[in-house]
């Protein structure tokens, strides 16, 4: 019998099985061979979640979106399906749902965000149901393209709440795929489509304003600012919007629709706060360079769940993980932390069937195309390849795996 094998490393517990905890998991056992690293996460299934609004939109398969999750976790790394409900920083264990508790030298919380259907009352009871949908679920993107292939006429509502949300372009590609379908099937003059979002601009990045509002121009969308979705009237099929253009001004409007998309309002999971990890708005408070803790230094975050100032995206995370990777090596090698995240963050917005606008920014605004040859304000066919094609494969067989193309880090 061969004598157990001692790990003299130190022990890593990633706290997310999703992209930004598998990928970081990849990354880490790029830089640390034998590195003992469990992960937390309690569902069964892996996710490519910007795929499902190009199912939305009939262009994309549903069911390529999905793997098991023992697929995807790397091998030889532990699997505790399990959900933490508290973190102990300062005796350095976390706490699961179901009792256990899991000590660690290294800990990453990669939780993502949670979708908060419920703060939108009457929402639930009619999800999937009376023309109201949201490609934000799995199980509804498919409910979306039903809906949008069997409109004919009358009211469609695409509904943006206040950021941060994941993929803040994500309300509007529904509505583009939607009108362009409806263009091609020559009956969008026969449906009103509005556009009501929480916040007064179209786009955070003002270059990318002017292309998108001639798209909402093309496909003859009234566009509402400061429209907040609160309550629901399914069976009814109305939406209540407060609108709030300013303190005096704050009133209640009423909408009739035939189909609704709803993007729900979002928040950090509730034991980051519990836990005394978070900033004044929940989220986990890191150092928006190197995305260590501000105040429990063997702590990192990475992807949605963190504070740091940029657009919550998959492309956002691509290059996170890549930061916390190097980082989380070097705190184990006891050598300075030299990786910094330069707030880059891409929004692929699918402005119609083969045509795409890739936003590509960081922190403050700045512009970071990844092919500055090329004029990212405009629609292009080779961002919609991207998109459409590239990217889903590139995740499964390449971020999933440790593949860091374009990722590097930057240093100070």
């Known amino acids: 019998m061969k004598p157990e094998k001692i790990n003299t490393l130190k022990k890593v517990v990633v706290i997310g099985g999703g992209s930004s905890g598998i990928g970081v998991i990849a990354s880490i056992r790029k830089r640390v061979k034998d590195a003992d690293i469990t992960v937390v996460e309690p569902n069964d299934c892996h996710y490519y979640q910007p795929a499902w609004t190009l199912v939305g939109g009939g262009l994309f398969d549903i069911n390529k979106t999905q793997r098991a999750m023992r697929d995807v976790i790397p091998s030889g790394v532990s699997w505790l399906q399990d959900s933490v409900v508290r ?52 199980d509804l993107a498919e409910y979306t393209w039903q809906l949008v292939r069997e409109m004919q006429g009358g009211k469609a509502i695409f509904s943006q709440p206040t950021l941060p949300i994941k993929c803040a372009g994500a309300p509007q590609k529904a509505l583009y795929l939607s009108c362009d379908h409806w263009r091609r099937q020559g009956v969008l003059n026969n449906i009103n489509v509005n556009f009501c979002l929480a916040g007064t601009a179209v786009f955070g990045i003002p270059q990318f304003v002017p292309p998108l509002s001639g798209y909402l121009e093309k496909y003859r969308a009234q566009v509402n600012f400061n429209h907040n979705l609160i309550r629901i009237d399914g069976e009814n099929r109305q939406a209540i ?93 006891g050598t300075p932390l030299t990786a910094h995240y330069d707030g880059y963050g891409s929004c692929p917005l699918t402005v119609e069937k083969g045509k795409v606008v890739l936003a590509e920014f960081g922190y403050d605004g700045k512009l970071l195309p990844t092919f500055p040859l090329l004029d990212a304000t405009q629609p292009s066919r080779m961002a919609w390849w991207l998109k459409a094609c590239f990217l889903p494969r590139f995740y499964w067989a390449g971020m999933l795996r440790g593949v860091e193309w374009f990722a590097g880090s930057k240093r100070p």
């Open 87 to 138: 973190v102990d920083p300062n005796e350095k264990y976390i706490e699961t749902r179901q009792g256990k508790r899991v000590s660690y030298d290294f800990l990453i919380v990669a939780c993502g965000l949670v979708l908060r259907w419920d703060k939108i009352e009457g929402l639930e009871e009619t999800l999937g149901f009376n023309g109201v949908t949201s490609n934000y679920r799995f």
């Open 241 to 333: 919007f407060a609108v709030e253009k300013n303190e005096e001004e704050k009133r209640e409007l009423t909408l009739p629709f035939d189909m609704l998309h709803v993007v729900p309002p979002q928040s950090a999971p509730a034991f980051i706060s519990q836990s005394g990890l978070a900033d004044g708005t929940g989220w986990c408070d890191v150092d928006k360079l190197t995305l260590q803790h501000k105040h429990w230094p063997d702590i990192f975050a990475v992807g949605d769940c963190c504070s740091t100032p940029n657009a919550k995206t998959l492309a956002a995370a691509r290059k996170q993980v890549v930061v916390v990777a190097e980082n989380v090596a070097a705190r184990i090698h």
